[in-house]
């Protein structure tokens, strides 16, 4: 009786973790995660599966050529690329067996008035990201909108900068833009997203650039030089850039460097930076055509130089910069009391 509700219990145990822990598929699986905004959430059902999306076709295709392939929707409706940079690190963290990023956003920075400058960087920052984390980034330019002024400047400032990304860090570029724009009208019902013809369309792209990155689907671009992107290197600082006159200046190097090792690794300083880099680009236009103010900028920029060679060189700590902003503020605070102080004795003497 006993041997029996031992094995009994057993092979409840046995059944309730097979339930609670199912076995890894077998065979060769292939990961794939679909980031984006809302061109690459498409329609989900309340199940959280894909009904309208380039997903199901792309992964129709590849399991048609024998790959255990899984693309995972992690598109989110209205996202900028500031807000992708914060939430491509959890989807990372998330999805550890993951082995591809396919990435496609912009739109909404460029709807919105975001500039190109703090786009770049962030598209080019999410591809750092993917490739520190040990995955392959595929970068998508991107996909037509309704107006030809938002596609004037797809075409001559959006898509070549993402193209000098896909050059530049040498991974794969799927060129949506060029696929779905010659039938724009027929495969998109709202003129920014496409609609089921249109995401079959995409999918294409996907696979082409996935699979074989030839020239009509896709594939690595050249980097066009003209064209800055903001990630790493001098990149992005245009107000020292413009004092300097270079980005390969060795205080413009070193403001990089800070920016890299100091801000771009915390929240507020990627917020800091995107501001910077949307509201920083005109005044550096301004300083560049004037050589007094950019002799007056670049004394304003060396206490500022100073302060990030100390913290590179670690005779700062974020520590003792708190503290020294605490009693800085401590002392003027008490000097703003002793003021008021004076002041009301003053008028009580009158």
């Given at each position: 009786?006993?041997?029996?509700?031992?094995?009994?219990?057993?092979?409840?145990?046995?059944?309730?973790?097979?339930?609670?822990?199912?076995?890894?598929?077998?065979?060769?699986?292939?990961?794939?995660?679909?980031?984006?905004?809302?061109?690459?959430?498409?329609?989900?059902?309340?199940?959280?599966?894909?009904?309208?999306?380039?997903?199901?076709?792309?992964?129709?295709?590849?399991?048609?050529?024998?790959?255990?392939?899984?693309?995972?929707?992690?598109?989110k409706?209205?996202?900028?690329?500031?807000?992708?940079?914060?939430?491509?690190?959890?989807?990372?963290?998330?999805?550890?067996?993951?082995?591809?990023?396919?990435?496609?956003?912009?739109?909404?920075?460029?709807?919105?008035?975001?500039?190109?400058?703090?786009?770049?960087?962030?598209?080019?920052?999410?591809v750092?990201?993917?490739?520190?984390?040990?995955?392959?980034?595929?970068?998508?330019?991107?996909?037509?909108?309704?107006?030809s002024?938002?596609?004037?400047?797809?075409?001559?400032?959006?898509n070549?900068?993402?193209?000098?990304?896909?050059?530049?860090?040498?991974?794969q570029?799927?060129?949506?833009?060029?696929?779905?724009a010659?039938?724009?009208?027929?495969?998109?019902?709202?003129?920014?997203?496409?609609?089921?013809?249109?995401?079959?369309?995409?999918?294409?792209?996907?696979y082409?650039?996935?699979?074989?990155?030839?020239?009509?689907?896709?594939?690595?671009?050249?980097?066009?030089?003209?064209?800055?992107?903001?990630?790493?290197?001098?990149?992005?600082?245009?107000?020292?850039?413009?004092?300097?006159?270079?980005?390969?200046?060795?205080?413009?190097?070193?403001?990089?460097?800070?920016?890299?090792?100091?801000?771009?690794?915390?929240?507020?300083?990627?917020?800091?930076?995107?501001?910077?880099?949307?509201?920083?680009?005109?005044?550096?236009?301004?300083?560049?055509?004037?050589?007094?103010?950019?002799?007056?900028v670049?004394?304003?920029?060396?206490?500022?130089?100073?302060?990030?060679?100390?913290m590179?060189?670690?005779?700062?700590?974020?520590?003792?910069?708190a503290?020294?902003l605490?009693?800085?503020?401590?002392?003027?605070?008490?000097?703003?009391?002793?003021?008021?102080?004076?002041?009301?004795?003053?008028?009580?003497?009158?």
């Open positions: 009786m006993q041997r029996k509700a031992v094995f009994t219990g057993a092979c409840v145990f046995i059944c309730f973790f097979a339930v609670l822990c199912p076995p890894r598929r077998a065979g060769a699986e292939e990961v794939f995660l679909a980031f984006g905004d809302s061109i690459t959430w498409g329609v989900v059902n309340s199940r959280g599966e894909t009904e309208l999306g380039y997903e199901p076709h792309l992964q129709a295709q590849l399991r048609a050529d024998g790959r255990d392939a899984y693309v995972v929707n992690h598109g409706y209205g996202e900028t690329t500031s807000e992708g940079l914060s939430r491509l690190k959890r989807v990372l963290y998330g999805n550890p067996n993951a082995n591809y990023v396919l990435l496609l956003e912009g739109a909404n920075d460029l709807m919105s008035g975001i500039s190109s400058e703090t786009t770049l960087f962030n598209l080019g920052a999410m750092d990201s993917t490739l520190g984390s040990g995955l392959t980034p595929i970068i998508s330019n991107l996909t037509p909108l309704y107006n002024r938002l596609n004037g400047a797809i075409l001559d400032v959006y070549p900068g993402i193209a000098n990304i896909a050059g530049q860090k040498n991974i570029m799927a060129t949506s833009f060029e696929s779905l010659p039938h724009w009208n027929s495969w998109s019902d709202d003129g920014i997203h496409p609609n089921d013809e249109g995401y079959r369309v995409l999918a294409n792209v996907w082409g650039a996935i699979t074989s990155g030839g020239s009509d689907s896709g594939g690595a671009a050249p980097p066009a030089n003209d064209v800055p992107v903001s990630s790493g290197g001098g990149g992005g600082c245009f107000i020292a850039t413009a004092a300097f006159g270079t980005p390969l200046a060795s205080q413009v190097r070193l403001l990089s460097r800070f920016r890299d090792l100091f801000l771009l690794t915390n929240a507020p300083g990627r917020w800091f930076v995107a501001c910077y880099y949307r509201y920083s680009p005109p005044i550096a236009a301004f300083i560049r055509h004037h050589e007094i103010l950019r002799s007056l670049r004394g304003g920029l060396y206490p500022l130089i100073l302060f990030s060679q100390l590179i060189g670690g005779s700062l700590s974020w520590t003792r910069v503290a020294g605490f009693v800085t503020m401590a002392c003027c605070l008490l000097i703003m009391m002793h003021v008021l102080r004076r002041r009301k004795g003053q008028r009580a003497v009158a």
